[in-house]
């Protein structure tokens, strides 16, 4: 893995047999128990979009395990078409309420008891369905912002998660991959600890994946779970070469 700093463990050392179900997700939006959301456009994600975008205009951008992520707003600001996707419909309208975007709400045929939540201006399209669902649906995408989606993933189904994602990327794509890490002893998810062994072991067969940037992101909820520490890595996967 080019440029990584950080942490080794290997990922069979760490003991994560812990599973969240979705209706606990979905309960925790209906209770607004989401600490995981960010009332601004993430700082990592401001710090290395030039590398997500790369110099390029109209992107098709996802974003799995969307809520009501801000920095999708921001990047459709930018000219992008953006798509999400939530088990919580919860979530999702409520990000088109809180950012004041008019939407239409429609059935999704391929997906049974699935919806999607579509801007009028038509460059935001927000699925309310699983995510194993999403290459039924979607088409390639330029880049992939991550954030909060892989640390969310039961770790049973990273493998699944990590085939989904290989689908729908595009023959360019860029992806920005956020995950975190903290004494694994100590706290067992969600959001569960991702080591960068782990990342290769997901993408390495398909991708290049250059470790970021490590960052300081303890909280004060944190210290309440036990933990001493907690940090957030960022990643940037590109083709590797013999897939061009």
Known sequence: MEGSTAETNTSTAIKQDKVVAKAEWIMK??????????????????????LLLNNRTNLRIF??????????KWLADMGHSITGVDVSEIGLKDFFTEQNISYVEEQVSDIPGAKVFKSLSGNISLYCCS??????????????????ALV???????????????????????????????DHTKH?????????????????????????????????????????????????????????
């Not at 600490?35 to 290395?48: A, K, P, S, W």
Request: proline letters at 5%.
């Open 29 to 50: 939006w209906e209770q607004k128990n989401i600490c995981f959301h960010q009332q601004h456009v993430h700082r990592l994600l401001e710090n290395y979009v030039d």
């Open 131 to 148: 995510i194993y669902d999403m290459c039924r649906v979607a088409d390639k995408f330029d880049c992939i912002w991550d954030r909060g």
């Open 63 to 72: 974003f799995p395990l969307c809520g009501k992520a801000v920095d999708m």
């Open 188 to 244: 067992s998810g969600p959001p569960f600890y991702v080591p960068d062994v782990e990342v290769d072991k997901l993408f390495g067969t398909f991708c290049c994946i250059k470790h970021l940037e490590k960052v300081d992101a303890f909280k004060e909820r944190h210290q309440k779970w036990g933990l001493d520490y907690f940090y957030e890595n960022i990643y940037l996967l590109t083709p590797k070469p013999s897939l061009n």
């Open 152 to 182: 969310a993933i039961n770790p049973c189904d990273r493998e699944r998660y990590a085939n989904v994602l290989s689908s729908l990327m595009g023959r360019e794509f860029r992806y920005l991959l956020v995950t975190v890490s903290y």
